[in-house]
């Protein structure tokens, strides 16, 4: 069987149209012969009755007949006839449907030398098929909630109805389909139409389509009203408890139906075009975290469900927010934490009794602010008592550094660097340099992470203020002392290297400090990822024995290595670092391990499980710009299904992962350079879509087609329903919106096993993933027999009828002389619920005991169950010999050598002179070949060209006709 053509919007079903007028033969109207048989009377149904469907018309026996022929026409004069029977019955019904209307017929009886009657007068019936069919659900003017209500359109069956054609529209008149455009067809009397609509009243009505598509009269117009509920509570939760950093998390409860939500973020409150500022993204949870920061304002958002048509809900305003990082304008607390002067010791000692504070080894250092990714340094001289904060280039500091330490560099025309830097790398150094004896003013801000953001997000400025308005008063460069005993000359010893401490693991880019060496007025520091200084991943130099990681202007930062870094400083005796030794692995070098600390992975807790997608959640790091989220369904990551840069601490998927199978993930921050620090710990959850349930309640068994319902599942775009038959094959339909499916047709008998599962977003596009199935619930089609068959039987006189039954497209009628049907006198197939047979098989001749079922057949031609056999005595057929009828010919043109030229054969009946259509007409001779079959007018036309002189022979023959010839001579040219 087949149980294909589940309502998927349109799914692609044959129209079948019937062409009256190709099955027309015309028959010219003679006088008879005086011997011909008598004009037949008709004796039912009665002149211009209403009938469902064309009838069984009868009429008497004709004395000396032999057989008659009956025709149904479209207007009186039967031009051109729609049907044309022959036969050896009293009774006569065609074997197709036809689309309402007026119909006449008539008869006319033939003997057995082919002489007719004239034609008995025409009886009109009026065919009115069928009553309308009443619409039962929904209520008129119902409301239809998507989608805890699906949409389920039922209506009563027609009797004789193979189909139905739903109308859904947007207008009374139905002038405005939905979907396609197109009505929807359907072999059942339910429809639950795989349609999203926007929020509207929507109108629709039925019409019952026979088994060659004519439609019946169409049902009463109803309406009903689609809504969709779209409303939630949105809110906003700050991920990170430090008040230095603002992390938004957006949340609302879930819209039943949303395939995915719009987020809008704006700076202004009416939600003005051009001020969005997020997101581009539609999320299909219901949490968002944007992947970028914003910069410091007050914002606005609203969250609005779209389904998976495209069709938008409301929009849901959250509350107001107000975005700052770091920001504390009014002085209640200082943006940069712990910002004071150090030297070699933490904190520095002032070296002057005097008011302010006096150091030659200037280091500014300060805490860590969290969400910064790096930081701006400001140090401006004093001039006449006060911070030049509009300073030149030339006399100013401004840096950035992603190290919470500043030091001064070496400034000027630099020596060539005692140790060759690598290529692309020039030692860091500063444009302008310290003067001894002056004051400067300092100040720090810091700067958001980000993802890649070209707007800086900066905090507030903090300012160090030494008591005396300045921040310090450079005395002089270090003087120094003697290297410690481990020193090889003009070297540093390893006692000399103070910070980091040998060997020390840190986790910021550190600052390095070392003890000053007499006589040395510069120092070069080297810092390598290995002991021979081959891989150098720093230059710098300095005239103070300090240096804090960066370049003149940008921030400079450190990879995290499982290996150690190896560092050493080259003093040099000149300010420009010339006098410099040249051999790193001679200078006592030092080294350290950068390590940052990674993220503690904060949610899906380890091994939990989810019907849906989890929000990710991890711990800050300090430093971090942003942060690379990995997931995959293999812990080596080698194809991650997910890999996301976010410079926030959370994300929520977008895509949906796939079930019942282990998920890894990991976070790994990124510094101002965007380089990868030290991945987390690996984490794994579980995804366990749920199923549906299938409601066994309307199963079961039964001929007519059902609704198949299921539990609606959370989270679910759409639904997926898998027919299986008994024998194995099964096909899956797709599309369904709702929790409900129904049938466009059902074909064949059998049990069906059902499953159904869920659809899940997985993205913002249209592809899903799918949940698992659910269990499996049987339904049994039935194809049973026709009811109420009967016959009527006499001399020359057999008709069969029975109860026409819906959603069935034909009947197979069997008539045998035995109860095993074997052999079959008839065996045919009949659109009408009513057969009368031509009586033409010879086993009808003497009659006797005969035996007849009928049973329905489907739109794909499978058989349902036969009737009980029934039978009846057949008194017989007076059938006199049969003898053969003759041609006659003519022609019109004529044939001429070596020229093409047309020439037309006119064939008739001798003895009625009406047109014989079917013949076969083969021309032969004088250089041509050529056959045709005549047509209706009982004529074909030849265009031939002899190639020489001759007769050329036309030979017409057909079945109960002798054979005849026509010849032509061929003209010279």
Request: hydrophobic share 35%; proline share 8%; charged share 15%.
């Amino acid at each position: 069987m087949a149980a294909g053509g589940l309502h998927l919007g349109r799914t692609a079903i044959s129209k079948l149209r019937l062409s009256l007028a190709a099955s027309a033969v015309g028959l010219v109207l003679v006088a008879p012969a005086a011997s011909a048989p008598a004009t037949p009377v008709p004796v039912g149904p009665p002149d211009g009755i209403e009938v469902t469907f064309l009838p069984t018309v009868a009429w008497n026996p004709v004395s000396g007949a032999d057989h008659y022929i009956v025709e149904f026409g479209a207007d009186p004069s039967f031009n051109p006839a729609l049907f044309t029977i022959s036969t050896k019955n009293t009774r006569a019904v065609p074997d197709k449907t036809v689309p309402n209307g007026t119909y006449y017929w008539r008869v006319q009886a033939f003997d057995s030398g082919g002489m007719g009657s004239p034609w008995s007068p025409p009886m009109a019936v009026e065919k009115n098929w069928a009553g309308n069919t009443s619409l039962s659900q929904p209520a008129d003017g119902a409301t239809i909630s998507y989608p805890a209500d699906p949409l389920v359109l039922r209506w009563t069956a027609v009797q004789g109805a193979a189909k139905y054609r739903v109308a859904i529209a947007s207008d009374p008149s139905l002038g405005s389909l939905v979907g396609d455009g197109d009505p929807i067809e359907v072999q059942a009397v339910n429809l639950a139409p795989n349609l999203l609509l926007p929020a509207n009243t929507y109108y629709w009505a039925v019409t019952p389509l026979d088994a060659q598509g004519n439609p019946g009269e169409r049902s009463p117009v109803r309406s009903f009203t689609w809504e969709w509920p779209s409303t939630t509570t949105p809110d906003v939760n700050d991920l990170v408890p430090a008040t230095e950093h603002y992390d938004p998390q957006f949340t609302w409860d879930a819209i039943p139906g949303a395939a995915h939500y719009d987020v809008e973020v704006n700076s202004s409150s009416d939600f003005a075009t051009g001020s969005k500022v997020c997101c581009t993204d539609q999320t299909i949870a219901t949490t968002l975290t944007p992947l970028e920061v914003f910069a410091n304002n007050t914002y606005y958002w609203r969250v609005r469900a779209i389904d998976k048509a495209g069709n938008a809900g409301v929009w849901n305003e959250g509350p107001s927010f107000v975005k700052t990082f770091d920001n504390y304008p009014d002085l209640s607390e200082l943006s940069i934490k712990n910002l004071h002067m150090r030297d070699a010791a933490d904190p520095g000692t002032d070296l002057d009794a005097a008011a302010g504070y006096q150091t030659d080894d200037p280091i500014l250092t300060w805490d860590p602010v969290p969400g910064a990714a790096s930081y701006e340094v400001d140090v401006v001289p004093v001039v006449t008592g006060s911070c030049d904060w509009t300073a030149s280039t030339f006399d100013r500091w401004t840096v950035k550094t992603a190290t919470n330490s500043w030091t001064p560099l070496a400034s000027g025309l630099l020596a060539t660097p005692p140790y060759p830097p690598p290529a692309g790398m020039t030692a860091s150094k500063d444009i302008n340099a310290l003067v001894p004896g002056e004051s400067y003013c300092a100040r720090v801000r810091a700067r958001s992470g980000r993802v890649s953001l070209s707007t800086v997000i900066w905090g507030d400025h903090t300012y160090l203020d030494d008591g005396t308005g300045s921040s310090f008063t450079f005395q002089d460069f270090p003087a120094g002392g003697s290297c410690s005993p481990s020193c090889n000359a003009n070297y540093l010893g390893s006692d000399d290297y103070t910070l980091p401490a040998r060997g020390e693991t840190t986790g910021e880019n550190p600052l390095f400090t070392w003890n000053p060496i007499a006589g040395k007025q510069s120092y070069w520091v080297i810092v390598a990822k290995d002991p021979s200084f081959t891989t150098i991943v720093d230059y710098a130099i300095t005239r103070i024995p300090a240096y804090a990681v960066r370049t003149a202007s940008a921030p400079r930062t450190y990879p995290d290595e499982t290996t150690l870094y190896y560092w050493v400083v080259l003093p040099a005796t000149g300010t420009n670092g010339s006098g410099a030794p040249g051999n790193p692995a001679l200078g006592a070098y030092a080294n350290f391990q950068k390590q940052t600390t990674p993220p503690d992975l904060l949610a899906p807790a380890e091994g939990s499980s989810f019907p849906t997608q989890p929000t990710f959640q991890w711990t800050s790091v300090l430093g971090a710009r942003r942060y690379h989220l990995q997931v995959a369904y293999e812990p080596t990551f080698g194809a991650p299904v997910d890999d996301i840069r976010t410079s926030s601490t959370s994300y929520t998927a977008l895509k949906t992962y796939n079930s019942a199978t282990t998920i890894y993930w990991r976070v790994q921050p990124e510094d101002e350079n965007n380089i990868g620090l030290t991945w987390s710990a690996t984490g794994t959850f579980q995804v366990a879509l749920p199923a549906p349930t299938i409601d066994p309640s309307g199963l079961g068994t039964s001929d007519n087609l059902p609704v198949v319902f299921w539990s609606a599942v959370p989270g679910a775009v759409d639904y997926e329903l898998q027919v299986q038959d008994a024998d194995g094959d099964h096909n899956e339909f797709t599309g369904f919106p709702s929790h409900a499916a129904s049938w466009e047709k059902m074909t064949g008998a059998g049990i069906l096993t059902l499953r159904v599962r869920a659809h899940f977003p997985k993205s913002n596009s249209t592809q899903t993933t799918a949940g698992p199935w659910s269990d499996p619930e049987d339904f049994i089609h039935t194809m049973h027999e026709p009811q109420n068959a009967s016959e009527e039987v006499a001399q020359n006189r057999l008709a069969l009828s029975w109860d026409a039954k819906t959603g069935m497209k034909q009947y197979r009628v069997q008539i045998s002389a035995r109860q095993d049907f074997s052999p079959y006198i008839e065996s045919k197939n009949t659109d009408n619920p009513s057969f009368a047979p031509t009586l033409s098989s010879l086993t009808y001749k003497n009659g006797g005991t005969m035996y007849w079922r009928v049973a329905a057949i489907d739109a794909d031609s499978n058989l349902g169950d036969f009737t009980g056999i029934r039978s009846f005595d057949f008194p017989g057929v007076t059938t006199p010999t049969a003898t053969l009828s003759k041609f006659k010919l003519t022609s019109a043109g004529y044939l001429v050598k070596g020229r093409s030229r047309y020439i037309t054969i006119y064939v008739k009946n001798l003895s009625t002179l009406a047109a014989v259509s079917g013949a076969t007409v083969r021309a032969s001779g004088a250089g041509v070949l050529s056959t045709k079959v005549t047509g209706a007018a009982g004529s074909v036309r030849f265009y031939l060209k002899p190639t020489k002189l001759g007769t050329v022979t036309f030979r017409v023959s057909k079945s109960g006709f002798t054979t005849a010839f026509l010849y032509r001579k061929v003209r010279a040219g």
